[in-house]
C-alpha cells in the first residue's frame, strides 16, 4: 500500500511561486503526477513524471502549465516536487499526487486519472487576482 501525503499549498497572489511536495515510501517503481480539481469542476491532469527505473525520466505537462510549472523526483528523499511559478487565478484548485505503476508518459495512460490507485489527500492553492 502506497501512502502519499502533499504539502506546500497556500494562498498567494498571481505571479508568485509556490512548491508543492509529495512524500511516501516506495516511489522509485511508480510513475508519479499531479492532478488538480477546481470547485464545480472535474480533476484534470497537470503534470506526470515517469518512474526511476526507465532509463530516462521524462515529465510532461497540460499546456495550461506548460513553461510555468515543473516536475521533479528525489528518490532518496522519497519525494515529488512540483514548482509552480507565475501563478494566474485559473491556477486556484486542490491539487493532488497521485502513483500509477502501470502508466507511461508515452501513452495517454499518464494524463487518465482513472489509471491511478494511489491518491494524497490534497492540498489547496489560491491564488488572488
Known amino acids: 500500500q502506497v501512502q502519499l501525503v502533499e504539502s506546500g499549498g497556500g494562498l498567494v497572489q498571481a505571479g508568485d511561486s509556490l512548491r508543492l511536495s509529495c512524500a511516501a515510501s516506495g516511489l522509485s517503481s511508480y510513475l508519479m503526477a499531479w492532478f488538480r480539481q477546481a470547485p464545480g469542476k472535474e480533476r484534470e491532469f497537470v503534470a506526470a513524471i515517469s518512474r526511476s527505473s526507465d532509463n530516462t525520466v521524462y515529465t510532461i505537462y497540460a499546456d495550461s502549465v506548460k513553461g510555468r510549472f515543473s516536475g521533479s523526483r528525489d528518490n532518496p528523499k522519497n519525494t515529488v516536487y512540483l514548482q509552480m511559478n507565475s501563478l494566474k487565478p485559473e491556477d486556484t484548485a486542490v491539487y493532488y499526487c497521485?502513483?500509477?505503476?502501470?502508466?507511461?508518459?508515452?501513452?495517454?495512460?499518464?494524463?487518465?486519472?482513472?489509471?491511478?490507485?494511489?491518491w494524497g489527500q490534497g492540498t489547496q492553492v489560491t491564488v488572488s487576482s
Open positions: 497521485a502513483a500509477c505503476q502501470a502508466c507511461t508518459v508515452t501513452s495517454g495512460t499518464a494524463r487518465n486519472p482513472d489509471r491511478y490507485h494511489y
